[in-house]
């Protein structure tokens, strides 16, 4: 079935310090990506809509410039925090869907940030 | 734009008994409505869905159905096993909304050996 790769799996570094995030559908291409976050014991919150050859979509309350989403190629989306603090500490996770349209969608690994 | 609501939040059963998790959406034009199954530290893994078009669907142990009307969709496991226990997000897109998933906040289900 398709997979959804996202690395890495677990950052820990000090406040200040940029954070890169890579998201790679491994057997389908996805013109479009989604960026999720997840703080400990509540729901996944839509952070922004990655589009391949074009500016990301954020959702309200978003930093576009605090979370930059670059997605390059037909294949990977990459979310950069930048200038990360603790409060930025969550899960992030990606998907895509394989299809268009009411297609299922399939969710990387996640990766833990921990921001000291 | 969508709103899902999900309830309950928390849920214990006894092995063997069915579990029931309910949900509403409030955005019409929502026509996709996936669930998913997350384990602690790990990724949502789907294990059913059902389209606008469709009132039931079942897979094996796990039904689910939906109610376009009163825009609520249940999610039903029978035969609860210790392994079901996770928690469980329902979901609704809407393919205007560019497929984007609202998630419901997520019902964590004990199942009691």
């Known amino acids: 079935g398709a997979v959804v790769s996202q690395h890495p799996s677990w950052v820990i570094c000090k406040s200040g310090t940029s954070v890169k995030i890579e998201c790679r559908s491994l057997?389908?291409?996805?013109?479009?990506m989604f960026w999720y976050r997840q703080f400990p014991k509540q729901s996944l919150m839509l952070m922004a809509t990655s589009n391949e050859g074009s500016k990301a979509t954020y959702e309200q309350g978003v930093e576009k410039d605090k979370f930059l989403i670059n997605h390059a190629s037909l294949t990977l989306s990459t979310l950069t925090v930048t200038s990360a603090h603790p409060e930025d500490s969550s899960f992030y996770i990606c998907?895509?869907?394989?299809?268009?349209?009411?297609?299922?969608?399939?969710f990387g690994d996640g990766t833990r940030l921990s921001i000291l | 734009g969508e709103n899902v609501e999900q309830h309950p939040s928390t849920l214990s059963v006894q092995e063997g008994d069915s579990a029931v998790i309910k949900c509403t959406y409030s955005d019409s034009a929502s026509n996709y409505f996936p669930w998913y199954k997350q384990e602690l530290g790990k990724r949502p893994q789907l294990i059913i869905d059902i389209r606008s078009n469709v009132g039931e669907k079942k897979d094996q142990r796990i039904a689910v159905t939906l109610n376009k009307t009163a825009k609520h969709f249940s999610l039903h496991i029978t035969e609860t096993q210790p392994e079901d226990s996770a928690v469980y997000f329902c979901a609704a897109s809407s393919w205007s909304s560019g497929d984007k998933l609202t998630f419901g906040t997520g019902t964590r289900l004990a199942v009691r050996p």
């Open positions: 057997d389908f291409q996805a013109t479009t």
């Open positions: 998907s895509a869907p394989q299809g268009i349209s009411n297609q299922p969608q399939h």
